[in-house]
């Protein structure tokens, strides 16, 4: 086992040469409408959402964070950067094994929870920043972070509509934790990926109909006709039945009209996670009416599961390429015919 000396020592090397080739740009490169940075002469300028941030670089790379959101795991999974988380909250829905592994090794501790981070416990391992989703009723625990000297940078994937536009999110953690190279050959695999599936979906000659999502109380959410899912059914070469909505966020239906636009749905989609069919009508027993449930295929993003744990939020957030793929395995079987499903999971 290498000693902590050589260790310390290599990790101020690879500080040092990364300051030494530190490319400057004076244009802001865009990962979406919510997302951008660029350098500044010292600072690399970020802007997320309604936030803005002016970084000095002679803080970066960060070495050592935290996560305050599962769904921000998969792009530090995805550079291979484990060993800079040392704080998670809710571990139960992490699914990396190795991340899981160094939790149990207390190499990463455990900050808390949705409801109630340990402002204390944060406080003592003064990480060098925090990466979250932002949610309004934190506002109090964030400002009392900030004053304790935590940068707090607020990143808010599931807003992204576009697939290619989160997964292109993996830059701005390769800019912040010095895996530029590592992040930028990533997402390169994954847009080619993603493109070279999509072109080979758009062969096909059939394009089914698709539902999506499943009734709560008295209104069925469906997904909104520009949100990311409404994008994978059309990258997969088949026609979301509300595709119609401009709506990225999902919109309440009644019963009566999802049931009258499925029609001709072969396919129901991203429904929660049951045992199988005849769970769904313990929801609602009004789906045995329905034709995509009497004779269409229904599927659940449950196909990596462990515990509390789904891999769909996790990997699936930057791995868009591999998601479509799953899409496409679906709506078209023939394309990929000895491949099987990675993170859908069909109800029988």
């Known amino acids: 086992m290498k000693s902590y000396f050589f260790a310390f020592f290599?990790?101020?090397?690879?500080?040092?040469?990364?300051?030494?080739?530190?490319?400057?740009?004076?244009?802001?490169?865009?990962?979406?409408?919510?997302?951008?940075?660029?350098?500044?002469?010292?600072?690399?300028?970020?802007?997320?959402?309604?936030?803005?941030?002016?970084?000095?670089?002679?803080?970066?790379?960060?070495?050592?964070?935290?996560?305050?959101?599962?769904?921000?795991?998969?792009?530090?999974?995805?550079?291979?950067?484990?060993?800079?988380?040392?704080?998670?909250?809710?571990?139960?829905?992490?699914?990396?094994?190795?991340?899981?592994?160094?939790?149990?090794?207390?190499?990463?501790?455990?900050?808390?929870?949705?409801?109630?981070?340990?402002?204390?416990?944060?406080?003592?391992?003064?990480?060098?920043?925090?990466?979250?989703n932002y949610v309004a009723s934190f506002e109090n625990t964030y400002e009392v972070l900030k004053k304790n000297g935590i940068e707090i940078i607020f990143i808010d994937e599931y807003l992204e509509e576009k697939p290619l536009e989160k997964a292109k999110i993996i830059e701005v953690f390769g800019k912040l934790l010095g895996k530029e190279k590592e992040a930028l050959e990533k997402y390169l695999e994954i847009e080619k990926n993603y493109n070279s599936y999509k072109n080979l979906a758009a062969k096909s000659t059939n394009k089914p109909q698709v539902l999506t999502n499943e009734i709560y109380g008295n209104q069925w959410f469906v997904a909104g006709g520009n949100s990311q899912i409404a994008h994978f059914i059309k990258d997969a070469n088949a026609q979301y039945i509300f595709g119609d909505n401009s709506e990225s966020k999902s919109t309440p239906k009644s019963f009566e009209e999802v049931f009258s636009r499925s029609e001709n749905a072969e396919f129901w989609v991203n429904v929660g996670n049951h045992k199988n069919k005849k769970d769904l009508l313990q929801i609602n027993p009004n789906y045995a009416k329905m034709k995509v449930y009497q004779k269409g295929d229904i599927y659940t993003i449950s196909g990596r599961e462990k515990g509390s744990a789904n891999d769909y939020f996790e990997s699936g957030v930057v791995r868009a390429d591999l998601v479509l793929k799953d899409y496409i395995k679906i709506f078209h079987p023939e394309i990929f015919p000895k491949d099987s499903l990675l993170y859908m999971k069909k109800l029988n």
């Open 10 to 132: 290599a990790l101020l090397m690879v500080i040092s040469c990364k300051k030494e080739t530190y490319q400057l740009s004076t244009d802001w490169i865009l990962i979406s409408k919510n997302i951008q940075f660029k350098e500044n002469g010292d600072f690399l300028l970020l802007k997320s959402g309604k936030h803005q941030y002016k970084i000095p670089h002679s803080k970066l790379p960060y070495q050592k964070i935290m996560l305050l959101n599962a769904s921000l795991v998969g792009y530090i999974t995805e550079l291979g950067a484990e060993e800079k988380i040392i704080g998670v909250s809710s571990p139960e829905y992490i699914f990396s094994d190795k991340i899981q592994k160094r939790i149990q090794e207390n190499k990463i501790q455990n900050i808390g929870n949705e409801q109630k981070y340990n402002v204390e416990k944060i406080i003592a391992y003064q990480p060098d920043a925090i990466f979250t």
